[in-house]
């Protein structure tokens, strides 16, 4: 069974930084883009980031280029976001997302998701 | 930057109705375009992928049309679990915006 375990979600000021993990099991984590997702509360869906399976390719919204950065650890089967320069903005549920199939490119196609964890960003 | 517009932001619907989204990109993305589903305070789940293909375990009653800008979200009878918001999502050029949604509740 597929399963995706965000974590390291809390209170930030703004200008602060994070480091969200996404721990994920039930399938061969290294040939699977995978991408972050975020919502802000009461609104929509606005994609963040993405990675390709090897982590040699990544992909940003303008929203966050600069300031954020995606990686993985496929010898943990982990996903991270490295959140620095946090804005009021950036206050949101973060998921993670798993590309629904193999793909060189990410398509952001997303077949399973985490539950997502949240980030206030606040002084 | 392509953007998503849909329609309407929400509608109210009888038990067993038709019910049709919209959606449109502000350019051609051929068929690269989904559709995810989203109960309040869970995540989304993927329903319709490349505009028409059903998701696997997704009842038949959900259904997707549509190429170039134009793109339509169909649920042929509505159920009670089926309240939801629904957005859409192009991915053309490594790009991956989403619609605003639109919120789905039983009349």
């Known amino acids: 069974e597929v399963q995706l375990l965000e974590s390291g979600g809390g209170l930030v000021q703004p200008g602060g930084s994070l480091r969200l993990s996404c721990a994920a099991s039930g399938f061969t984590f290294s040939s699977y883009a995978m991408s972050w997702v975020r919502q802000a509360p009461g609104k929509g869906l606005e994609w963040v980031s993405a990675?390709?399976?090897?982590?040699?390719?990544?992909y940003y919204a303008d929203s966050v280029k600069g300031r954020f950065t995606i990686s993985r650890d496929n010898s943990k089967n982990t996903l991270y976001l490295q959140m620095n320069s946090l804005r009021a903005e950036d206050t949101a549920v973060y998921y993670c997302?798993?590309?629904?199939?193999?793909?060189?490119?990410?398509?952001?196609?997303?077949?399973?998701w985490g539950q997502g964890t949240l980030v206030t960003v606040s002084s | 930057d392509i953007q998503m517009t849909q329609s309407p932001s929400s509608l109210s619907a009888s038990v067993g109705d038709r019910v049709t989204i919209t959606c449109q990109a502000s350019q051609d993305i051929s068929n690269y375009l989904n559709w995810y589903q989203q109960k309040p305070g869970k995540a989304p789940k993927l329903l319709i992928y490349d505009a028409s293909n059903l998701e696997t375990g997704v009842p038949s009653r959900f259904s997707g049309s549509g190429s170039g800008t134009d793109f339509t979200f169909t649920i042929s009878s509505l159920q009670p679990e089926d309240i939801a918001t629904y957005y859409c999502?192009?991915?053309?050029?490594?790009?991956?915006?989403f619609g605003p949604g639109t919120k789905v509740d039983i009349k």
């Open positions: 999502q192009q991915y053309d050029n490594l790009s991956f915006t």
């Open positions: 990675i390709s399976g090897s982590g040699g390719s990544t």
């Open positions: 997302a798993k590309e629904r199939d193999i793909v060189v490119v990410p398509a952001a196609i997303c077949d399973y």
